[in-house]
């Protein structure tokens, strides 16, 4: 008998939806069709949505060295608990951050004791180890990841014009892409240190530092030399329309570019940030209305290609400080992506259910080159997340599986709950609790 079949879901591919039922053999979908025989174990998802399982492209579990903010144990949960089957981890906060081989190594060995979901790797673009990125591409990186600004982290230095141009060239003979926090360094260090030495260091004042203009200068920057390095470029968490619009310029101009943004940019302002303070601190930091508004235009007109949390935690004592510039920059979010899809999205402004698909698991398999992922298709790892559309919910402290339970989404209501997750056909996540049988799996290009 077939091991698994999920019985009567709505199911979500990127071309339409159907209801079908899905057979599932050694991990894998082995059919699917309208009714399908028996099997050893049947969900009921009648009435239910099933969409591919989501793949975070942008997270930070900083592990090894720094689990104390959050790991890959509690990351992975937080993610399989909304609808996560695979994450990339940056290469950074980690310590050592991947910039090398045996920092790789590392992070790797740990990363397969401790999730429960499948995972790549970053590697990382820093001053002086372009000579690692050739090792790097060997042991499997999904690409690489290179500041066009201040990390936040000494040991992970920003990239200036030679290291970035020079990094990208190497990454286009590796064959791989290479992401960018695309943010002008200069302009932001100018205007953060006249806003210090004018003693105005609250929340208004840190938005002042970080305007629009100086994401858009250095997405510009960036796709000049990722033309004429002939590199593919990854802009990440993009928080404007501005910036969006600045790489729909570089792709016309044959630029091999694609585009990120993330829930929070999409579902907070920069009024939400005067709200809530230090738990909805990013950089690039919330936009106004305006901003956020076009950048919905560009997610619905199919212009954004993927949305990734950019889950980036920290421990509750950096997020307080008597000047917001020294407060720690990071949301946590790795459980809140769908739900900002699917009820700002799908139900709010008619966002298709294909382009949920698409945006957060088949766009990614296919930019980072991931086989049998990314997708409800006969031969596919079978990494499903069973939703039911019309449930709504609240976020709440005690329903988040992080490792510290700050994040600016508590107190929301989302309108689409996650179910059930399955991993390779084994069920992970379910009714709100961790099930997971299974270890994670290292994924390669």
């Keep these: 008998m077939t091991d698994l079949v999920v019985r009567g879901g709505t199911i979500v591919t990127t071309e339409n939806t159907a209801t079908a039922d899905i057979a599932i053999e050694d991990g894998r979908i082995s059919a699917i069709a309208p009714e399908l025989p028996g099997a050893a174990q049947e969900i009921d998802a009648r009435g239910l949505t099933v ?28 993610l399989a608990a909304g609808g996560g089957t695979l994450f990339f981890d940056m290469p950074l906060n980690s310590s050592p951050c991947t910039v090398g081989p045996a920092e790789f190594d590392l992070k790797r060995a740990a990363l397969e004791r401790s999730s429960i979901i499948d995972f790549a790797l970053w590697g990382g673009i820093v001053p002086g180890n372009c000579g690692e990125l050739a090792a790097l591409a060997e042991r499997g990186v999904i690409g690489f990841k290179a500041f066009m600004a201040d990390s936040g982290l000494a040991e992970f230095p920003r990239s200036d014009d ?34 210090i030495a004018a003693r105005r260091t609250g929340v208004r004042d840190f938005l002042e ?20 390095a002939g590199a593919q470029l990854h802009i990440v968490h993009i928080s404007s329309g501005r910036g969006v619009a600045e790489a729909c310029e570089a792709r016309a101009r044959g630029v091999d570019i694609s585009i990120e943004t993330c829930p929070h940019y999409l579902f907070f302002t920069e009024e939400d940030l005067e709200r809530i303070g230090a738990a909805a601190k990013c950089a690039p930091p919330l936009r106004d209305q305006h901003e956020q508004e076009e950048l919905w235009s560009a997610v619905l007109r199919g212009v954004v290609n993927g949305v990734a949390s950019d889950h980036s935690p920290s421990p509750p004592e950096m997020k307080i400080d008597a000047s917001f510039f020294r407060v720690w920059g990071g949301i946590a979010g790795a459980e809140s992506t769908l739900g900002v899809l699917l009820t700002a999205g799908h139900h709010e402004r008619g966002l298709p259910l294909t382009r949920v698909a698409d945006l957060t698991a088949s766009w990614p398999a296919r930019r980072f080159r991931l086989s049998h992922k990314g997708g409800i298709v006969v031969g596919n790892h079978a990494d499903l997340t069973v939703i039911d559309l019309s449930a709504k919910y609240t976020v709440q402290e005690s329903s988040l599986f992080q490792r510290h339970r700050m994040s600016p989404y508590i107190g929301s209501t989302f309108r689409g709950l996650v179910r059930q997750t399955l991993l390779h056909g084994q069920t992970i996540f379910v009714d709100g609790k961790i099930v997971a049988s299974n270890a994670g799996r290292f994924v390669r290009p």
Excluded: K
């Design 51 to 78: 969409l591919p399982g989501l793949i975070d492209i942008h997270v930070h579990f900083n592990e090894p060295g720094r689990t104390e903010w959050e790991g890959a144990a509690t990351g992975s949960r937080a």
């Design 162 to 195: 030679l290291t970035l141009y020079e990094g990208m060239r190497e990454a286009a003979r590796l064959g791989l892409p290479v992401a960018v926090h695309a943010e002008c360094e200069e302009l932001i260090q100018s205007l953060t240190v006249r806003a």
């Design 209 to 228: 530092s970080r305007p629009v203009l100086a994401e858009v200068a250095a997405i510009q920057r960036a796709a000049l030399l990722a033309s004429d």
